[in-house]
């Protein structure tokens, strides 16, 4: 039983960052869409290279 829960707790964290991973891509495409139509090209470079600047632009576009 130890084997099969450990196994079980594996897949669950698997699935999990899965799940994140792709939820964070769907935020880093949705915010690179926004800044194209805003035409702020120079804010897409910069979001690639601080993840500060990113988050700020996540609140002020408002992506979750």
Do not use: F, N
């Not at 079980?8 to 869409?33: C, P």
């Not at 035409?39 to 992506?63: A, F, G, N």
């Amino acid at each position: 039983t130890l084997d099969r829960s450990s196994a079980a707790s594996d897949v669950y964290k698997r699935q999990g960052l899965k799940q994140g991973i792709e939820q964070g891509e769907g935020r880093i495409t949705e915010l690179m869409q926004k800044l194209l139509q805003d035409k702020r090209y120079t804010d897409m470079e910069k979001v690639i290279s601080d993840p500060r600047y990113c988050q700020k632009l996540y609140e002020e576009y408002h992506v979750l």
